[in-house]
T-cell receptor
Framework: DTGVSQDPRHKITKRGQNVTFRCDPI?????LYWYRQTLGQGPEFLTY????????KSRLLSDRFSAERPKGSFSTLEIQRTEQGDSAMYLC?????????????FGSGTRLTVV | EDQVTQSPEALRLQEGESSSLNCSYT??????LFWYRQDPGKGPEFLFTLYSAGEEKEKERLKATLTKKESFLHITAPKPEDSATYLC????????????FGGGTRLMVKP
């Protein structure tokens, strides 16, 4: 296993378009998280899955954002009708149940630029 | 609501010049305080977890300590390869499994 993989690494899109990002976690990790990070800031929690169940969503997550984790494996994060304020690095992390944040392994992120 | 504040925002050191980074936090029932290192264009990389006041962890030139209100990351005799952004995060008992991160300290070590 080579760690958490995210695709694409970079995405430039026009305002109003829909975008989808993919995250492949470490295979034995049953927890998967999405965070957003803007320049000069720390990561901000978006949502969390345990296996295929989405257990937590940030209050900051607008209706334009949706995430799925079919069959408890890879996950996708979709942003509909993108806005310039959505420009950020989208980070995925995975962990093993019972070990909490100290086993978070982050991917390298998808950098989204909305023009 | 859990909150984390890191200071300074940026720190420039000469190689070999030891210093400390600060992480102040407020949390409802601390489950863990975490330090991560982040290099440009990459995701955060786990360094330490601290669970209770008085606890200390060490790794090479880094040492993390924890009190009831803050944590310090001490860097002893830093090298240029220690240049990175250091992030502090907390997990509170009311926060489920999410981490609340501070804004980070951007460390630059000059040879």
């Amino acid at each position: 296993d080579t760690g958490v993989s995210q695709d694409p690494r970079h995405k430039i899109t026009k305002r109003g378009q829909n975008v989808t990002f993919r995250c492949d976690p470490i295979s034995e990790h049953n927890r998967l998280y999405w965070y957003r990070q803007t320049l000069g800031q720390g990561p901000e929690f978006l949502t969390y899955f345990q296996n295929e169940a989405q257990l937590e969503k940030s209050r900051l997550l607008s209706d334009r954002f949706s995430a799925e984790r079919p069959k408890g494996s890879f996950s996708t994060l979709e942003i509909q009708r993108t806005e310039q304020g959505d420009s950020a690095m989208y980070l995925c992390a995975s962990s093993i149940y019972g070990t909490g944040g100290d086993r978070y392994t982050f991917g390298s992120g998808t950098r989204l630029t909305v023009v | 609501e859990d909150q984390v504040t890191q200071s300074p925002e940026a720190l420039r050191l000469q190689e070999g010049e030891s210093s400390s980074l600060n992480c102040s936090y407020t949390v409802s029932g601390l489950r863990g305080l975490f330090w991560y290192r982040q290099d440009p264009g990459k995701g955060p990389e786990f360094l330490f977890t601290l669970y209770s006041a008085g606890e200390e962890k060490e790794k090479e030139r880094l040492k993390a300590t924890l009190t009831k209100k803050e944590s310090f990351l001490h860097i002893t005799a830093p090298k240029p390869e220690d240049s990175a952004t250091y992030l502090c995060a907390v997990q509170g008992s009311n926060a489920g499994n999410m981490l609340t991160f501070g804004g980070g300290t951007r460390l630059m070590v000059k040879p």
